[in-house]
């Protein structure tokens, strides 16, 4: 699945607590990461939100969540989950590799995105983050390691991912 197409016909055809990457609280890496650093409170954006689990932990948490996803199903059924919870966050359709935000966050996490981006598309996605994420702020990223056996997307060395980021981001872990 690449295309917004293919996204949507896979949300409008799923109910959220059945895609493989649905988890019902806070990520426990993001939930370490935040603690590591000290991250108690600030603006975060969830990109590829999906079911939107992370966005409304990280509300529950305090922060102020923007979550984006590039399929409008996914977004409008995180959504209604939200408001159902009284949760508060902002739920937009943005392509991260066509993005149209023109805020700064304190905290972009993408737990899922990353691995699915081609090649030649990466870049791409790198100016967009740096764009993205305030002086001093912070990417949490989660993707696919190379020693995952799993069919699907992108796999990744450690340190293929250091020397991707490394220009940019200090590498916390």
């Not at 990457?21 to 426990?28: I, S, T």
């Not at 954006?45 to 529950?60: F, N, R, V, W």
């Not at 590799?97 to 981006?117: E, N």
């Amino acid at each position: 699945m690449s295309t917004i197409s293919d996204w949507e016909e896979y949300y409008n055809g799923v109910e959220l607590e059945d895609t493989p990457w649905y988890y019902p609280g806070l990520d426990p890496d993001f939930e370490k990461g935040l603690k590591d650093l000290g991250i108690t409170s600030g603006s975060v954006l969830d990109i590829g939100s999906g079911p939107g689990t992370q966005a409304m932990a990280l509300a529950e948490l305090g922060f102020q969540v923007t979550a984006t996803d590039i399929s409008a199903s996914a977004v409008g059924k995180a959504g209604k989950v939200a408001q159902e919870k009284g949760i508060s966050v902002e739920f937009l359709v943005d392509n991260i590799l066509q993005s149209k935000l023109d805020k700064k966050f304190d905290l972009v996490i993408d737990r899922g995105v990353f691995h699915v981006v081609e090649t030649e598309e990466r870049q791409i996605y790198l100016e967009t983050i740096i764009r993205l994420v305030k002086s001093g702020g912070f990417l949490f990223l989660k993707c696919f390691c190379h020693k995952e056996e799993a069919n699907g997307p992108h796999r990744f060395p450690p340190l293929e991912i250091q020397e991707f980021f490394s220009e940019e981001f200090v590498i916390n872990s």
